[in-house]
C-alpha cells in the first residue's frame, strides 16, 4: 500500500508542478499564451480556460495535501 501510495505521491508531484508552470505572472496567463486575449471575462472573472487551470491546481494540491498526510500515518 506504502507503494502505491508513494508513486500516487511522484505522479501528483509531477502535475503540480506541470499545472503551476502553466500560470503565469500578472499579466499573459494560460489564455494570453494562446492569444485568446487579456484573459479578462465581462465579469471581471477571466477566461474559462484560466478558471478550470485554477480549479484543476487547488484540486491537485489537495490531493497531494491528502495524500501525504496519508503516507505520513502510515
Same mark, same amino acid.
Given at each position: 500500500?506504502?507503494l ?11 502535475? +503540480?508542478?506541470?499545472?503551476? $508552470? ?7 496567463g %494560460?489564455?494570453? /499564451? ?13 477566461? +474559462?480556460?484560466?478558471?478550470? $487551470? ?7 494540491? %489537495?490531493?497531494? /495535501? ?6 505520513l500515518?502510515?
Open positions: 500500500m506504502e502505491i501510495l508513494s508513486v500516487v505521491q511522484v505522479a501528483l508531484s509531477v502535475i +503540480l508542478i506541470f499545472l503551476i $508552470l502553466m500560470h503565469s505572472g500578472k499579466d499573459a %494560460l489564455s494570453g /499564451a494562446f492569444g485568446v486575449g487579456t484573459g479578462a471575462g465581462p465579469f471581471g472573472g477571466g477566461s +474559462l480556460v484560466e478558471r478550470n $487551470l485554477n480549479r484543476w491546481t487547488v484540486g491537485f494540491a %489537495l490531493a497531494f /495535501a491528502a495524500n501525504t498526510l496519508i503516507l500515518k502510515i
